[in-house]
């Protein structure tokens, strides 16, 4: 809960702060995996899409990981990570190391500087709670000059699908806003929210000016439907 405090603060301050350095990275990343990951804990094999792309260049948008998340935790942020990249296609990339232990304020400022996305664990008492949409929320995106902060309200995912909630606000990470159905819908839908759909992948599309054709997207109505076991 460390974490969670100084963000507060800082969210208080308005992140005017220092200089210092980042390390550890401890999430395996394996590009040439990512489809099956995707497809894995999407629950079904083949459901995604399988473009064909020619990025110029690739953009990295770097994500810190609270090691307040548990294991378990930590791999559901990683799978939502790993679908994203899956249906970005090269042309935008996210990584993901585990914030340092107890982080000082110039840490957590060099992150945001350097337009990383620190992904906290908080429950229903921080103040990110009690502003507008935190209220009712199980995850809340603050962005701000570059990088910002995706918020995941633990005491209330209770047993949702954390992929599922981390990916829609990483969609807003990469820009989106909300849709009225699918992943960016506003409200949490257990049936819409397992994997990246078409309208989701448009969204970004539109927001990193992408061309929409050699991205990715999952197709959950192509004779399939989740298994409900698979949600916890
Ligand atoms: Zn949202």
Redesign the pocket.
Known sequence: MRVARLIAVLLASGFALLAAAVFLSTFPANAATEREVAARESGAPLVYTDHPSRPSKERIIALYVDRDFGDHERQRIVAAMRQWNYVLNGFVRFTAKLLPDDPSSAEIAQIRRSGGWIVAKVDSRHPVTRQAEGRTALAV?VSGGGGGFVYVIGDRIGSRDLTGVVM??FG?VLGAG?DGYGL?A?VYNANNGHCIDRDAAALVARAQRLPLAQMNWCEPNAGYSPPMASRH
């Open positions: 995106t829609h606000e807003h909300h960016m506003p």
